[in-house]
């Protein structure tokens, strides 16, 4: 995004917040930011949520349902969203929005306000993809691939995760042989699964050993410099949630990737890792926006539902002590993710921070959505209600990018400086 | 189901549980049964577990997964059931198995393990509509009926909640208005929603405030005796949870049931409540079924699954804790379904009691089956480890027939003597 | 205890639980005891629990208070407990009971139901030293003390725990060497923490190791034939919890034991495992004991406090919900305990499934005991309200005899057959 | 404290936590504020944290045991405290220290950081005696008691709770008539209880309800002007916690106050509820500090107890997710209680903030206690391991200043506009 288009939409777009802002300004109470984390936004920052907060419930969330039914994955979303310079929005140059960490947050709160696979397609693209490429490429890689990326023209997927290792993608087995005849040439093999948008990817960014040293390094796959059979990613279909977002896996037998489309200084697992960071700080402020979804879509129904005596469900202490607990959780995350985002900008956060805040953050929202569809009763089997599609979705995005377990144990970790991994 | 035919069954059966009754007998701990619940059952309640295993394992479990997708419920499993004698089985005579009511729970348990929503489709026919023709029917209702339910050739279903009122039935708007003209014959009028069975049923057990009296009356209605337009079922789709069984409406707009098709005493809420109460006690049984089953899976994929240099996650103590948790609930949920189960048969059961079982085994199961998933991490998204569709299911199974909270305040205002509902 | 005096005590003693007991046969919700425990215990395990209960609430009950206060156990509770035969009172001839050990439990269960403190003073003497004697000792060993521990004239502990080997008692450091001069002579050296009663005990069962083979032997101590400074006993002041009991160290410095005070043929952790297996099982009942406490003194405060307009606490929903989470927990965790101590007498009972009572009724218990707390608002401040003392005891009581997690830790290798403890 | 005074005291002290801000300021992870909360902290802030966090480890700690076993509340802390300037430290004039809400709320983590009976003593004193005098009082008044109020010469208390009406303040009993000959002097009487510092207090900031109007107004009472038996205060002994602070009773019976001593313009529950919330958010503050104090103790003995082959607890990854959670909850609560002291200092702060972060803070920090409390296994149960001594004050703290369910209430009320009490 170039700033200037982001404030011709802004401008143009009702600001449904402002209302809410004005509130915590005058010392009133707003549900929908108790502890008033608007304050510590900047002008820009609110006006770019507002930009994706309208796109989203103008556009994602009239789709969500039907795609969600049929796990089918609508490939212009992403060029809707580089129109509206919601791709790699904090990367600077190379067409992107270079806004701050916080305004990327926000971002990643709106869209899964709508949905967490909504959420899960736009993070591949700008948290591991051009993450990746901004961090590590070259400048001739950021040039020749970033701008279409933000754009949504080309769609990227990353390639990590292994069939037999998720959580220690250390021992991968995909390798990277140099060509027996073509110098300069790789040929890639093994198989990734899980991966976000592989089955309509352009590029992906696949990490593998190089088979003369074993080091990680990370490649720039084009699908269309592949020959048949080379690299294949079918789709994962029957998914228990995500379902709006396309997953599948990348099959490479022997798949040619020229050496300049590796990047050439970093090795080991900082290259992914750096990657899996980024996501998971919008991880951790996009799942806050599914709780708010929730909690919003719990209170309301409770207000309307009336159950004994014509008394509306929120007259209950029971439903009200659900919508308090929830409401805590949204406002402490949201307040933590902003504390970290903060921090990185200003060069000091840790993936400790990081790991922290994924975790919590994904935890509580995971419980919260839980707690909060037992307002529904029966009719939260009706997927009308929405909300039992956020707790199918909060499932997965607690369990992918580090399962809690995991990281509660990258904390322990960081806190004793004993390690408790095997 | 005759005893014979339940015995030949049997006897021509493997029977998988042997070696688990044997170990417990010898004092060797059994991580299926680990409070050795199987001590407490006569041989022939074992036979009938078996029995019941035998076929869901053999004929259910292989088809759940595509009926879970496609939201299609055999009807044939009702009549495959029947056969074996599993509908109403702790019926006397009527063609029915006259099975002690642990016995009958045990089949719930066994359906359970394979789907809820296949056990819901069981529940429905056996606890509310077989049980309520039972209790409440005349000898003629009960000969005309009961032997054709017991054998699945007729599917009923239990009409009892409507749009608005879900936890409080007593509410309800659905009226049976005498006939203006034709003596003897009752039309019903009204709503009622998430009702198992409803687009396949040909007989619908309907409660509906007479008018003459406002008082809460029990009706019959045979489908194939109403009129078009008068006795409407449609489906209700795109469910979170219980896909692999049907549900939907009934709406009735004077549709004309006569008179002998009313149960004659019973007034107000103690027809269908009782009928809950059967349903009920089998829901604690069975939701103990679909924990264990996850158990088994959790457990089988913890030791295959391998992370970090080659340990299974069975090595962790994280993991290991989660499924001492869960089998600790299942054990327990067990022992405490089997005892209400056996007062009943003494008479000496409260609905009370049932409510407190019920309560805490789905929201044991629940709890359980969603900590259990994240022994899975990423893997759970596929439905294909069955461990989501349980989750799913289970919480479906919290909500219905009287959800967490309501029980509890049951709970609370038999242990008080005060309500608090309002 | 004779048999003939236990009756004698029941016949003259009212029996308090006639009336609860009566509920329950005419199918009445008795919330004392809401799934009908009773209904599976004989007429003598009835009569044996009410005249514990008796003694209980009319001779300890109006000394708890001070007690606790002032860390001051009174040794004499030891002989009254004898007088009425509740030491030992599974173990058949020696002058004890012979009970069943579900009777055993139910002892427990109503000295628990007043302190913690006051049933770990009989679980050392009863199922520690007694059983310990009992199980492994000679035929001239039990016929030497158990009958004056029975009858509370002797005072019994367990030295088995020391302070740097809680958890893991395998690596103890405790010696017994053989006398340099002195044939058939042990010296005992080594420390024992958190022995219960050691301040007081007469005779202490110590756990060592025999130098020679570097084997775990069971030794009985007796006190007055230790010379000074070989057998030191210090108080253990300053609790947090079990302030009812006397707690201390043993400190053995070549503390003379001969070798016909040794058991002869059991060797390593069996001996000390199935002493502590026998207390764990009474603990398995004895919790439920404090919850239950727990539960009425919460529903009477309930119902007796009134806030905001004049209702009663028990019409709130928060506080209902708290009281049917623990009577839930309470319930079952008697069933499950009851069906354990069925099994043992039956010869059927696993160490495993003992952990899993212990561990479950211990964290429910506690968990209960600090939910219902707070329906005392600030008033639970009060030692009075007796609700902070059980408390404070139950964390202590989750912790001995195998904390939870160790439990649980036991409990994962039975069901995955993977330890994971290191 | 006038500034220079606290600045000396800061030059001359070692600053314990400048490593920490060290650390995070380079990126890298700090255990004791994992998300780098000093950031948002002044250089005054921080200088205040160190005065006082200085004073409490210096002179608090070494105390704290022997206080609590005792019961006894040494009265000259508060004039320590007031050397310091810690007391009323947020007021502007007066001998304040006219710091900021943010420094306040430091400086109770510091106290409750050794004992929340200490943050009590201080709480009542400041947050509740002084705030109410300085934002409801006369010039006059403010003159004539905040200076001594501040050096903590003077010791006041608040009386608004009764023994009949603890959550709900608005029915209270206690009364203040028109002397009948005297004019301007009113005559109070009724009681009060819980009321911390009352048997040491100077004055006694009383709410009682006017003859005349019904309304509640605040009067302040001066002990050495009443006449014997109308103005007792008896202590409130054995509690379960908060025993290193004095708690009694004000028993009023005629107790003479003259009309300058009453608040002229405050009337109704804003007095109380205004002072109650500057408690609370110190509290939410206070509470943290009790919790990292359980964390860096937690931490230490498992680094240090090594069980199992010699592995540290620290290594075992039941203990480190015990870790984790509540490094996470203390950094989050921190985060949260930092936000709404900005806030409050921004004039935008609202009762329903204060409400949700005394909540949650304090649920959590009770919450992660207990689970702490855990690693310590039987040890914990000495209260040389100070564990048990947070566990039991932090359930007293999560229950006084409203009880949890009653700040959820609060906030249903304010998510629903439904109010749920009665």
């Not at 990737?257 to 951790?284: H, K, Q, W």
């Not at 307040?335 to 919590?360: C, N």
Request: aromatic letters at 8%.
């Amino acid at each position: 995004m170039n700033r200037s288009l982001l404030r011709a939409a802004t401008r143009s777009f009702a600001r449904p917040s402002t209302a809410a802002r004005r509130y915590a300004s005058s010392g009133v109470f707003n549900w929908e930011d108790p502890l008033a984390a608007a304050e510590l936004f900047t002008e820009e920052e609110l006006a770019i949520q507002d930009t994706a907060r309208q796109y989203c419930q103008d556009r994602l969330m009239p789709r969500v349902l039907e795609a969600y039914r049929k796990e089918d994955y609508d490939r212009r979303i992403l060029e809707e969203m580089g129109e509206l310079g919601l791709l790699g929005a904090s990367i600077e140059g190379y067409g992107c929005a270079g806004a701050s960490t916080v305004a990327s947050g926000l971002i990643n709160k709106e869209v899964e306000r709508v949905d967490s696979g909504y959420r899960s397609g736009m993070s591949v693209q700008s948290s591991l993809a051009m993450t990746g490429i901004y961090e590590f490429g070259t400048e001739e890689q950021k040039q020749r691939w970033l701008p279409d990326l933000a754009k949504g023209k080309l769609s990227g997927c990353f390639g990590l995760t292994e069939p037999n290792h998720g959580s220690d993608p250390g021992s991968m087995e995909t390798v990277a042989r140099e060509h027996p005849t073509q110098k300069g040439m790789y040929l890639l093999s093994g198989s990734k699964t899980w991966i976000t948008n592989s089955p309509i990817c352009d590029l992906a960014l696949v990490w593998a050993k190089l088979e003369s040293t074993g080091k990680i390094k990370g490649f720039i796959v084009e699908r269309e410099r592949c020959p048949p059979g080379t690299f294949e990613t079918p789709v994962l279909k029957n998914k228990n949630g995500l379902r709006a977002s396309i997953t599948g896996m990348i099959q490479m037998d022997g798949c040619p990737v020229p050496a300049e489309n590796m990047f050439p200084d970093v090795e080991g697992l900082t290259g992914p890792f750096t990657c899996l960071n980024s996501a998971r700080l919008g991880i951790a402020f996009g799942s806050m926006g599914a709780l708010e979804d929730c909690i919003a879509r719990a209170r309301e129904y409770s207000l309307e539902r009336k159950q004994f005596k014509g008394n509306p469900l929120a007259k209950y202490q029971l439903v009200q002590k659900k919508l308090a607990d929830a409401a805590t959780d949204a406002a402490y995350g949201t307040l933590a993710a902003t504390q970290v985002a903060r921090l990185k900008d200003a060069g000091k956060a840790t993936p400790e921070m990081i790991s922290m805040i994924k975790r919590q953050n994904c935890d509580r929202a995971l419980t919260g959505s839980r707690i909060l569809q037992e307002i529904f009763g029966g009719n939260a089997a009706s997927d009308e209600y929405h909300i039992g599609r956020h707790v199918s979705n909060l499932f997965v995005v607690q369990t992918y990018e580090g399962q809690s377990d995991i990281h509660g144990l990258i904390l322990g970790r960081a806190i004793t400086g004993v390690q408790a991994f095997v």
